[in-house]
């Protein structure tokens, strides 16, 4: 048995769609679990990028199944406009695809929702994608939520849409938004949404015979540890877990048969949107870090907020996550650098924290405390081989591995797959060959 979970140990767009790329084919079947399409999985092929939202990153190999799973909110027409533009470069979505029957739904009130939110908070606010993905989340918690396999009954879909959107016209009214006008809405969205109806599925059932048939599942992550609504930054984060534990809850496959995880982090941090971030640089590193990483959201193409290592972060994801294996990436950005910090605790009011405060206004106030590295001011771009990196980006990464307390296995020297070194002996070479 082979199920892997890939999970981001920091605040997302760490390269998740790369790895789960470049060991798709090492798998039956790649599983999306939690997130919408606030995510944007880059993935690199010959040259060409192709950035998906929705669709697991598997779709990009012929003959791998893909599952959207329960965990996950699908909004309808971002899934088939994401379907039309894989097609478009000859890829074969069609009987590859299916999408949880239990899975929630997006639809227009949840962005109209989120805008009013967003805005009303003013100073506050959580700087989201504006997808909708919170609103749709805070209706499957309120129970009241529309969910995939509605899709199977059209006319009590029409009523239940009715009821949401007069419920949401009312909150829309109070924060001086314009309201919807739910005919039309109905009209025009429900009967494109039926177009995925023949992709609906139990997908739980699915993904337990196929385990019971001696198919492996890979799990692919959306967002990152400091953005799950239960252990990240909190209120700073998405509305999902996307911590390995959502995997279970997102599937239907229960945890004991998932049998590793796999924790991908970028050899420096990023962050995007609001909230604490403490080892975020504001100066011409930070900068420099932007433009050779091209540290541009996938989805948005906000800049994102760029600083050094956080090794309090990656401890703190290794833990929680129960990661096995690690996978380091954009090494290759940092060459340039003369000098390196990796932050080893937080500092505040006089005191070293070695854990993350729950309390985000703490996080916002710690120093962070640093050790500094040697740059090695070489190229590492597309280096394959561990032995060839420099003396001190091995020197780096080994105390990255040790601060972190996990091994590391792969380093990715470039953003095409075939510039990244898997270590012989490791547990992923391991995969790969089985
Ligand atoms: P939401 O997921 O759109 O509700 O946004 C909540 C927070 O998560 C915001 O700070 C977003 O910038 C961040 N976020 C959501 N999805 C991603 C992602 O895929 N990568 C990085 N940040 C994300």
């Given at each position: 048995m082979k199920n892997v979970v890939v999970i981001g140990?920091?605040?997302?767009?760490?390269?998740k769609g790369k790895v789960v790329d470049l060991i798709a084919?090492?798998?039956?079947i790649v599983a999306r679990y939690q997130g919408g399409h606030n995510a944007g999985h880059t993935v690199i092929i010959n040259g060409e990028r192709h950035v998906l939202h929705l669709?697991?990153?598997?779709?990009?190999?012929?003959?791998k199944m893909c599952v959207i799973g329960n965990g996950v909110v699908v909004d309808p027409l971002e899934l088939l406009k994401e379907i039309k533009e894989i097609e478009a470069r000859g890829v074969k979505v069609d009987g590859r695809l299916l999408v949880s029957s239990r899975a929630h739904l997006i639809w227009p009130y949840h962005r109209a929702l989120e805008k009013a939110n967003e805005e009303h908070r003013g100073?506050?606010?959580?700087?989201?994608?504006?997808?909708?993905i919170g609103p749709c989340y805070e209706d499957k918690s309120a129970r009241r939520g529309i969910r995939a396999?509605?899709?199977?009954?059209p006319e009590l879909l029409r009523d239940k849409l009715s009821a949401n959107i007069a419920d949401a016209n009312t909150l829309l009214k109070a924060k001086g938004a314009s309201v919807l006008d739910a005919v039309s809405v109905s009209e025009s969205v429900v009967e494109q949404a039926n177009q995925i109806a023949p992709m609906v599925a139990d997908t739980a059932v699915y993904l337990n015979a196929q385990i019971k048939a001696g198919k492996n599942i890979l799990f692919e992550g959306a967002q990152g540890t400091m953005l799950?609504?239960?252990?990240?930054t909190y209120p700073f984060v998405?509305?999902?877990?996307?911590?390995?534990?959502g995997a279970a809850t997102g599937t239907g496959?229960?945890?004991?048969?998932?049998t590793d995880v796999l924790g991908i982090m970028k050899a420096y941090t990023t962050r995007v949107g609001s909230g604490p971030f403490p080892t975020e640089l504001f100066d011409a590193t930070g900068e420099l870090l932007r433009e050779r990483g091209h540290?541009?959201?996938?989805?948005?193409?906000r800049p994102r907020r760029c600083g050094w290592f956080d090794a309090v972060v990656g401890r703190y994801a290794v833990a929680i996550n129960g990661v096995t294996t690690i996978a380091v990436m954009?090494?290759?950005?940092?060459?340039?650098?003369a000098e390196l910090k990796i932050c080893t605790a937080y500092r505040y009011k006089g005191v070293d924290l070695t854990e993350i405060p729950h309390d985000a206004s703490i996080l916002e106030m710690v120093e962070p405390v640093y050790e500094t590295f040697p740059g090695w001011q070489s190229s590492t771009v597309?280096?394959?081989?561990?032995?060839?990196?420099?003396e001190k980006a091995r020197a780096y990464l080994d105390r990255l591995s040790e601060l972190v307390g996990c091994q590391i296995d792969l380093i990715s020297t470039?953003?095409?797959?075939?510039e990244t070194i898997i270590r012989d002996g490791s547990r992923l070479k391991q995969w790969m060959q089985n």
């Open positions: 140990m920091q605040w997302g767009d760490e390269g084919p090492h798998f039956d669709v697991p990153s598997g779709i990009m190999h012929e003959g100073e506050n606010k959580v700087g989201t994608t504006l997808r909708g396999g509605d899709l199977l009954y799950d609504v239960d252990h990240g998405t509305s999902s877990n996307g911590t390995s534990g496959v229960p945890p004991n048969h998932i540290e541009y959201g996938a989805s948005t193409g954009k090494m290759d950005v940092l060459d340039t650098l597309g280096i394959t081989s561990y032995e060839e990196l420099p470039g953003p095409d797959r075939v």
